[in-house]
Structures are given as C-alpha cells and as structure tokens.
C-alpha cells in the first residue's frame, strides 16, 4: 500500500536503527520524550524500543487527548448526556472512559442516548435528522480536532441549526510542553515533536523549546522510519551540540501550519484564563472555550453544568505516568486493579494512552516469562 | 500441556454491547454466567459446534443468531449470513451438514418483500451448501424492536470420521493456515452503513465453508489438528482462545497476513487492526508441518482459495500468547479485544 509500505521498509528501517546505535554515545543516557500519544501506540505496535540501544529511553509524553481530560469533565459530560431530550455524541475513544458513575458506555445501557460519531459534522447531521432532540458533541482533543469542532459550529451558525451544541474540552499543546520543561523532576534531552497538531499550528510554536530550553525538538510523523529517522535527527543535534526545531514530517507538515483551519480556530474559540490537566494540575491559557458570538452552541452555556472536580484515585498515578516520570508499569495499579476491561486512569482505555499501548503490545510478554530468543525467531 | 483455565465470575451489573462484541468481555459473560449455570463436559468445550456420540457416529449441532445492520452490504446479505455462518461452526467441526432450522424475528412494519427477499437468499444459500431447511418459527415484535430482522439458525451434521480437532491435539512446531484475505466482511459492513463517508471497491466474503473443509481432510488427514472460523474477534481472537485452551504460544508472521489494500487503508484511517475484524467465509487451520506445504496447496486449489497462506506457528513459549513479528524484527502482543469500537456486523 503507497505511502504505508515505504515507510515501513525493513532495509531502511534496520539502516536508521544501526545508525542510531552507531550515533548513540554509549556513555551517556537519552532520555527523549515523544509528546504524542500517536507516537506512543505506534512505538510499542511496531515494536521500536527493541530496535533502539538500551541507553536511549522513550518517556512518554502528554500528549493523549482522552487522558489529560480530569475525570470531573467526563461527570459534567455525562451529567449533560443524563438529561432527557438530548443526543450525546463523542468520539469512540471516549466510550469506555470512566467517569465517577460509569463510562459513557455505561450510561448508554442504563438508557442514556450516547452515541459514538467518527466526527462531529456527524453529530450536526444528526440534530438535522432529529430537530426534536437536542444533540450534544462532547469535542476532545488538541489542535487536530479543535478546526474540525470550530468549522461544524460555524456550519451550525450557517445553517441556524439550533439543537446542536459543544461541550468544549479542547486543549493546546504548547502549554503542555512548557509545563513538562518547568517540572523539576523531569530530565530530557529532547523532543519527538507533536505529528497531527504540527499539520494545523506548523512548527514555529516550538522554538522556544530550543531557544529557552536548549532542547533539540522534531516534529515527526507515525510511521516506524519516521520516528527512527526522527530520533537519529535529535541524536545528531546532541551530538553536533546544537538545538534546534526540525521537521521530519515534511510531506505532511507545513513549517506555517495550515492557515485555513488557524482561522476558523480563531472564529469560534477564544483561550480559557485556566483548565484542569490531568495530571499536570492547572494550567493557564492551556484550553479553548466558545467565544460569546456561538454561545447559541454552547453546551455549558446551555445546560447547567455541575462543574464537578473529582481527584483521581489516589494509588492510580496516572500523573506522574502521564509527565513521563513514571512507566506504565511503575504505577502501582497496573495491570491489577487496573487493565483495559476495567480501567482506573483513562490512559488504560484511549489507545493512545500509554497504559493502553505497554499492556496490549508488552505487558503479556513480560509477564508470561518468556525468553526473547524463541520468539524472533523467523517460523515460516 | 493444558492448563487449567481461571475460573471467571461474572460481576458486570448491566449487560452492554461489549459483551456481545466476541473479546473479553463476551468470554467473561460465557463462562463466568452461562457456564457455571448450565455445566455440562459437551458445553465445557465451548467448541464451535456440540458433538453427540450416536451409535458409533458422531452428530454435531450448532446455532447462531444474525443481527446484522444493514440487512444487505455488498457480497451479501442477513439471509445469506444465517446460513454461511451456521454451516461453517459445523464445516470447522469437521462436519458435513446435513440440514438447518431458521427462526425469524421480524420487526413490526418490515416491508413483505425485505422478508422476501432475505428468504430467498437464505434459500440459494442453503441450495448452495447442498442443504435444506427442515423447519423454523416465526415471531413479529413491536416496531422498533429488531432492527428489521433477526434470523436465529441450528444446524445439524455427520462429523467425518477422518476428523479428530481439538485444541488438546496442536503441538509445537505445526503450522497455521488461513484461506485467504482477513477482514474483508467486517469493513464492508461498517462501510456500508454509509455512517463514515467512505468507499471501497470491497465485498463480503460470505461463503460455505465446505469445499475448504474437505480439501485439508483429504490432503492432511489425521495431520488436521484444530479448524475455526475467524467470524466476530477476528483472527487475533479465535488464535487467543487456540492459545489459551492448548496452553502454546501462537507465533504469526505479519508479511504473511494476507490483507486487501482496501482492508489495510479503511483499518489504518479508522485505527482498526486486520487481525480483529469479522470474517464470514474465512478458516483457520492448524496442521501438522510435515503436511503443511500439501495442505495449503490444497487450499489454494479450491475455487476462491488462491490467496490461502501459512501464517505462523505453534510454539511452546510465552504459553497462552499470540505474538506478531514484523518484517524487521519487531515483536507485540496481540491480545484479545478488549472494547469493541465497531457497530454488529455478524
């Protein structure tokens, strides 16, 4: 399959890792963090850690929509989705995200209207098809999905479609990585930078990482050789001494972003003053609200939303795991108290979520005790 | 080798779709509700088809419900589905059907000639397979209940006297065969929902069983260990259980995986894998590997069989998991499905 199979060539991709092994200093410990939650499923699917030196760690970053989202948000969610009346749509990622009273999902079986929608113009033509409900989207996600959000809102204006609403949960990745640079216990050496974000918001937003960091940072796109071609880039900036905004991901990712979908972000949604992070506590200027002149679509305008603030459970660390100071393994409830069927901490569900990637494509192995050699073995 | 599956308790409060879904949840449901109240050594097997010892034959019986939604999707339909679906538990079993029951559920206001229409697939279905249907029943419930039609069938057959399948008889060291392309029904279902916007030049693969059946008994023998139909789960799920019920390490090669680009490019935008989508007219085969190369030659020769491939092995260790190599020497897990991101389709 084009644009798939190149990228997932076994020649270059074994040339990149020995290069990688030849580049790495065998003294010294990498610590690179890649931002990106998508980074993070396609990491341990396509099983790269095994092709890297073992002096160069992957810390995995915040970038999960669905797991930065405090469990509070998903109750005010779910407190919307309870009234009656109202189709609530979200994406399937959030389905099986708990909230204090169960999952979506669950609220689904007890009788509440949730339905799963591929993207929210979906849920726009679901309140055309029914004007006598009031249809709710339950918007998530960084800057990837926020355009596709603010272009159905303003579809929505352009219609007059009036049984349609969004409970806003956008966020910005930029305050994200600053707040992992402020944290004292964290100890990088660089950044696989953010993919699908870079598409809308391009490159410039992360230079200060290298001008008031000193941080290396490359935006990179999800295939198996672009995330290698990607850590060899940041190892030849260490090792060159420089630090600097690269973008990997060129055939995607233009340097200025995408203007179009930077425009309609504008249009629509305006900064919050502060938004709960999972994890990294509050953050200021870190999330998008609707701007008054939707408010019309405005689902916590329109419903009385509690507000709710749940702390998470207090043996689940989802936190630390989440800032990259802890692997998945780590937290005391992994793989026990926690697993995909009955996750504490949301990054158990997303796929993006690293719980969610370590125990699908890792965990089993490490615990069925099992020698590597026997596996890699070629069978056929 | 077998090892002493964990007895499961069911504590789910409510039943939800994941529990229908095939992977964990629905396995939880089975054997931590329905097991434990209904025990039995036939039921305990939870094989595909029940087999009944009767004066020195052995019959087996099977039943299957369709829910499908959309009732029609390219390369098929409901009324074909009943039938495929039920001759093939039967076909896996090592066994030549002999006839089938239906029971439809039909939805107050479903137009006579949908009904029609679905009977009359059902009927070229089962004249396809070489079968009749012996009986049936009929049940109409309040509009809005049955998503137009529901079609219940059992099925009845003469296990072939050549067959001995069992997860007990794989070894380490045999070889596991598909007969041809994975996942080809589960996306041209969730396509034809047109709830995605989204086209493929793609059909079901909705098709008996048998012939296939017959080629590796004829070209295998005794060496044919264990059969399954990969239908909801998909592959990863049906090769979990052989894993866990054998108590081996299921080994697959990802290069061998035979999957359309169509399949391939719908699951990388959707963020699907292959190996978990529903098939209808797939089988997986464990063979003894020095019957492998002629039993997959076999396959190849039967019609619609051509892209049949040896996917991977059966090895000792990490017991009870399935693992996939990549072209360059990567390694992940594929566990059985957890949630279930996909609408019924099967």
Known sequence: ?380 | MREAAARLTFRDPLIELVHGAGGKATRRLIEGLFLPLLENPTLAALADAATIPLDGLRLALTTDAFVVRPLRFPGGSIGELAVNGTINDLAVSGAHPLGLLAAFIVEAGLPSDVLRAETEALARAAQQAGIVVLGGDTKVVEHGKADGLYIVTTGIGLVDARAELGPERVRPGDRILITGPIGDHGITVLLARGELDLEADLVSDTRPLTPFVAALLDAAGPGLRWMRDPTRGGVATALNELAREAGVAVLLVEEALPVRDAVRGACELLGLDPLYVANEGQLLAVVDPSVAEAALAALRRVPGGELAACIGEVRTEPAGVVTVTTAYGGQRVIDMLVGDPLPRIC
Request: hydrophobic content about 40%; glycine content about 8%.
């Open chain 1, 1 to 380: 399959m084009r644009y798939v199979d190149e990228l997932r060539d076994p020649r270059l991709i074994r040339s990149v890792a020995a290069e990688i092994a030849r580049l790495a200093d065998p003294d010294r410990h990498y610590r690179i963090m890649e931002v990106c939650g998508g980074h993070t499923h396609a990491i341990y699917r396509h099983g790269l850690t095994e092709l890297l030196p073992p002096n160069i760690e992957l810390v995995h970053g915040p970038g999960c929509p669905v797991c930065v989202l405090p469990m509070g948000r998903i109750d005010d969610g779910l407190a919307i989705a309870d009234q009656p009346g109202v189709i609530f749509t979200a994406f399937g990622d959030m389905m099986r995200v708990p909230g204090r009273n169960g999952t979506p999902l669950e609220h689904q079986a007890r009788g509440a209207d949730v339905r799963m929608v591929y993207s929210p113009l979906d849920a726009l033509k679901l309140a055309q098809a029914n004007p006598e409900k009031h249809v709710v989207f339950f918007a998530i996600g960084f800057e990837t999905t926020a355009p596709s959000t603010a272009l159905t809102l303003q579809r929505a204006k352009a219609l007059g479609v009036r049984n349609f609403s969004v409970f806003c949960n956008h966020v910005l990745i930029v305050p994200a990585i600053r707040a992992i640079l402020d944290s004292p216990d964290m100890r990088l050496d660089g950044f696989i930078g953010p993919g699908h974000v870079s598409t809308v918001i391009g490159c410039r937003p992360y230079l200060f990482v290298a001008r008031d960091y000193g941080k290396p940072l490359v935006v990179s796109g999800f295939e198996p050789l672009d995330i290698l071609q990607s850590i060899l880039m940041i190892l030849r900036q260490l090792a060159e001494g420089r630090a600097e905004v690269e973008n990997q991901y060129r055939r995607v990712v233009p340097w200025d972003g995408n203007p179009a979908a930077l425009r309609a972000m504008a249009a629509v949604f305006e900064l919050r003053p502060y938004f709960e992070w999972r994890g990294l506590g509050f953050i200021s200027q870190s999330a998008l609200k609707i701007a008054p002149a939707y408010a019309e679509w405005d689902a916590e305008a329109r419903f009385a939303v509690p507000g709710i603030r749940v702390t998470d459970p207090k043996a689940a660390q989802c936190g630390e795991v989440l800032k990259g100071v802890l692997k998945p393994p780590q937290c005391k409830l992994f793989g026990r108290e926690c697993t995909p069927e009955h996750p504490i901490g949301a990054l158990m569900v997303s796929s993006e979520g690293a719980c969610a990637a370590y125990y699908h494509y890792v965990h089993r192995l490490a615990t069925a005790g099992r020698s590597d050699r026997c596996a890699r073995q070629q069978p056929v």
